[in-house]
């Protein structure tokens, strides 16, 4: 069982405690069911010592319980925490190329659906510990009464269990088809949110999208969940009406075959019926320990792997970006493919050096490689072939991020945060005031602890919010990917004309990918790349 597998790897010494008081409080619910089998027999009204003893072993179940239950909460919700935590983390740990070809969908469904499953699997294991104590803690008492009882009894248990994994083998697969589908479903769902404007302009794309797309893919998530959750409870009531066949039999169809003492029918009866409850709870977990389990092999497919964070060393906390002099990328290669797995494009091999207070910009048509090559020298991917140095010493997997430390970045798909993460907005604030008046969105932004009182803002107005945080990094490399193609021609001049000299001026810099070739003037060196090649290298543009 994969699930319960898991949260003994995260602490045996606390599952071993827990089952530990599971036994005993196992053997304290038997022991009462023992006490009420032998009032019975012995005539009512008990006496004061039964009595007695009834009352204080009923205490001791409940602390036994409730010390047995306690720890493995801890233990379940602890698990979920560092669960919860460790995907994050090996996710930003993750190379950049692995998540973009994996898709945000799937991470999507990893951290929602799978979490979700995983954390429900978890939460019912301190219930399957104590119902399985009490189960055994009953067998127990049933070989004391009657040996050749148990036997049959372990016969009949063995044949449901085979009857069972038998029926619940096709809704195990269910679950695990409805997991594949659900990643689709997560697509879909988020082309709903980011193409809800193209949605509402074209009916035909509109109804083509829900009945072709999103509706089949639902409607085949639902039914494998529909017979998934069917195969389970049908294997559920069954094992139920099974253990009423057995009552039934003790009670019914025994007697007439041979003869039985009354007083082993009635505990054994009692005992049946007392198990009922934990096993039929123990039946119907069973589902959500499938679909756990199914959660956890998708994490491991997915190459997240829970137990192990390898590749590059990543650094914690607050580091200081290192001097620059000069970054060289050296016979540089990347290649990645287009939609149609087939067809790949190479970019490479580049040669190129970058010295410290330069504006360089990177410039060619769409689809070569731009913005590939903006990611190649921001350490976001890692050559494929060639090496990159800084200062003359080669960029690996030790110090690929403290190379990134370098860089202040604004990409075409960057993130604005809410919240000014990683600085200090005290000692910022002045620079940041200056730049909203700067950029004219003071009117509509203000930095209140640190925090923007909103990002919802046009899509130029948020990338000139993102260059105002990527200034206040305070970095020696900055690096624009195609900023200024959504500014309007105000903003377009007091980018390349006021903020990029600026920067330059105050020894930094500067690599922008751009189309505004009014403004190439302003560069001190342009690279043009053409079908993922250099074109006249190192060309130097006099400024006027």
Same mark, same amino acid.
């Given at each position: 069982?994969?699930?319960?597998?898991?949260?003994?790897?995260?602490?045996?010494?606390?599952?071993? !405690?827990?089952?530990?008081?599971?036994? !005993?409080?196992?053997?304290?619910?038997?022991?009462?069911?023992?006490?009420?089998?032998?009032?019975?027999?012995?005539?009512?009204?008990?006496?004061?010592?039964?009595?007695?003893?009834?009352?204080?072993?009923?205490?001791?179940?409940?602390?036994?319980? =409730?010390?047995?239950?306690?720890?493995?909460?801890?233990?379940?919700?602890?698990?979920?925490?560092?669960?919860?935590?460790?995907?994050?983390?090996?996710?930003?740990?993750?190379?950049?190329?692995?998540?973009?070809?994996?898709?945000?969908?799937?991470?999507?469904?990893?951290?929602?659906? &799978?979490?979700?499953?995983?954390?429900?699997?978890?939460?019912?294991?301190?219930?399957?510990?104590?119902?399985? @104590?009490?189960? =055994?803690?009953?067998?127990?008492?049933?070989?004391?009464?009657?040996?050749?009882?148990?036997?049959?009894?372990?016969?009949?248990?063995?044949? @449901?269990?085979?009857?069972?994994? !038998?029926?619940?083998?096709?809704?195990?697969?269910?679950?695990?088809?409805?997991?594949?589908?659900?990643?689709?479903?997560?697509?879909?769902?988020?082309?709903?949110?980011?193409? +809800?404007?193209?949605?509402?302009?074209?009916?035909?794309?509109? /109804?083509?999208?829900?009945?072709?797309?999103?509706?089949?893919?639902?409607?085949?998530?639902?039914?494998?969940?529909?017979?998934?959750?069917?195969?389970?409870?049908?294997?559920?009531? +069954?094992?139920?009406?099974?253990?009423?066949?057995?009552?039934?039999?003790?009670?019914?169809?025994?007697?007439?075959?041979?003869?039985? &003492?009354?007083?082993?029918?009635?505990?054994?009866? !009692?005992?049946?019926?007392? @198990?009922?409850?934990?096993?039929?709870?123990?039946?119907?977990?069973?589902?959500?320990?499938?679909?756990?389990?199914?959660?956890?092999?998708?994490?491991?497919?997915?190459?997240?792997?829970?137990?192990?964070?390898?590749?590059?060393?990543?650094?914690?906390?607050?580091?200081?970006?290192?001097?620059?002099?000069?970054?060289?990328?050296?016979?540089?290669?990347?290649?990645?493919? /287009?939609?149609?797995?087939?067809?790949?494009?190479?970019?490479?091999?580049?040669?190129?050096?970058?010295?410290?207070?330069?504006?360089?910009?990177?410039?060619?048509?769409?689809?070569?490689?731009?913005?590939?090559?903006?990611?190649?020298?921001?350490? =976001?991917?890692?050559?494929?072939?060639?090496?990159?140095?800084?200062?003359?010493?080669?960029?690996?997997?030790?110090?690929? &991020?403290?190379?990134?430390?370098?860089?202040?970045?604004?990409?075409?798909?960057?993130?604005?945060?809410?919240?000014?993460?990683?600085?200090?907005?005290?000692?910022?604030?002045?620079?940041?005031?200056?730049?909203?008046?700067?950029?004219?969105? &003071?009117?509509?932004?203000? +930095?209140?602890?640190?925090?923007?009182?909103?990002?919802?803002?046009?899509?130029?107005?948020?990338?000139?919010?993102?260059?105002?945080?990527?200034?206040?990094?305070?970095?020696?490399?900055?690096?624009?990917?195609?900023?200024?193609?959504?500014?309007?021609?105000?903003?377009?001049?007091?980018?390349?004309?006021?903020?990029?000299?600026?920067?330059?001026?105050?020894?930094?810099?500067?690599?922008?990918?751009?189309?505004?070739?009014?403004?190439?003037?302003?560069?001190?060196?342009?690279?043009? =790349?053409?079908?993922?090649?250099?074109?006249?290298?190192?060309?130097?543009?006099?400024?006027?």
């Amino acid at each position: 069982m994969a699930i319960l597998l898991y949260l003994f790897k995260k602490s045996k010494r606390t599952l071993l !405690l827990a089952t530990v008081f599971g036994l !005993l409080g196992g053997a304290s619910s038997t022991f009462l069911i023992t006490t009420i089998h032998r009032a019975i027999e012995g005539g009512l009204p008990a006496d004061r010592f039964m009595t007695t003893q009834f009352y204080a072993m009923a205490i001791i179940y409940l602390l036994t319980y =409730l010390s047995g239950q306690i720890p493995l909460f801890q233990l379940s919700e602890g698990a979920v925490y560092h669960l919860r935590l460790k995907m994050i983390e090996r996710i930003l740990h993750s190379p950049l190329r692995f998540l973009e070809r994996m898709g945000p969908h799937r991470l999507y469904a990893t951290l929602t659906n &799978d979490i979700g499953s995983i954390t429900r699997g978890l939460n019912i294991i301190p219930k399957v510990v104590i119902y399985s @104590m009490i189960i =055994l803690g009953c067998l127990l008492y049933v070989s004391y009464l009657s040996p050749a009882v148990l036997v049959a009894l372990a016969v009949f248990t063995l044949g @449901m269990v085979g009857i069972f994994s !038998l029926m619940t083998k096709r809704a195990k697969r269910r679950f695990k088809r409805s997991r594949e589908t659900g990643d689709q479903l997560f697509k879909l769902f988020r082309d709903t949110t980011e193409g +809800l404007k193209e949605l509402k302009m074209n009916a035909g794309r509109r /109804s083509a999208f829900l009945n072709e797309h999103l509706q089949p893919t639902a409607a085949s998530y639902k039914e494998d969940r529909i017979w998934g959750l069917a195969g389970f409870e049908l294997a559920t009531t +069954l094992g139920n009406l099974g253990f009423f066949f057995v009552i039934g039999a003790v009670v019914f169809l025994i007697p007439h075959l041979i003869e039985v &003492d009354p007083g082993l029918v009635s505990g054994v009866v !009692l005992i049946f019926v007392f @198990m009922i409850s934990p096993l039929s709870s123990l039946l119907g977990f069973m589902p959500v320990i499938a679909q756990a389990s199914v959660a956890l092999n998708k994490i491991e497919a997915l190459g997240l792997n829970l137990d192990e964070i390898a590749g590059e060393t990543y650094l914690t906390g607050e580091t200081q970006a290192p001097t620059v002099e000069f970054i060289e990328l050296e016979g540089v290669q990347h290649t990645y493919y /287009s939609e149609r797995e087939d067809e790949q494009f190479q970019l490479g091999p580049i040669d190129l050096k970058v010295t410290a207070g330069q504006i360089v910009f990177i410039v060619g048509g769409n689809g070569s490689g731009k913005s590939t090559l903006a990611k190649l020298i921001a350490g =976001l991917y890692e050559p494929e072939a060639g090496r990159i140095l800084l200062d003359g010493r080669p960029v690996d997997t030790e110090n690929r &991020d403290l190379y990134r430390q370098c860089f202040a970045t604004v990409f075409t798909d960057f993130h604005l945060f809410q919240s000014l993460l990683g600085l200090d907005s005290r000692q910022m604030g002045p620079l940041i005031q200056r730049y909203l008046e700067r950029l004219h969105l &003071d009117h509509k932004v203000t +930095l209140t602890e640190g925090t923007f009182s909103t990002t919802n803002l046009s899509t130029g107005q948020r990338k000139r919010l993102a260059l105002l945080v990527a200034v206040a990094e305070n970095r020696p490399i900055y690096l624009f990917d195609e900023w200024a193609c959504d500014q309007d021609p105000q903003f377009k001049r007091v980018f390349y004309q006021e903020i990029l000299p600026d920067l330059k001026a105050g020894g930094k810099t500067v690599i922008a990918v751009t189309h505004d070739d009014q403004y190439f003037s302003v560069a001190d060196h342009i690279i043009k =790349l053409a079908d993922g090649h250099l074109t006249p290298y190192g060309e130097t543009v006099t400024a006027p």
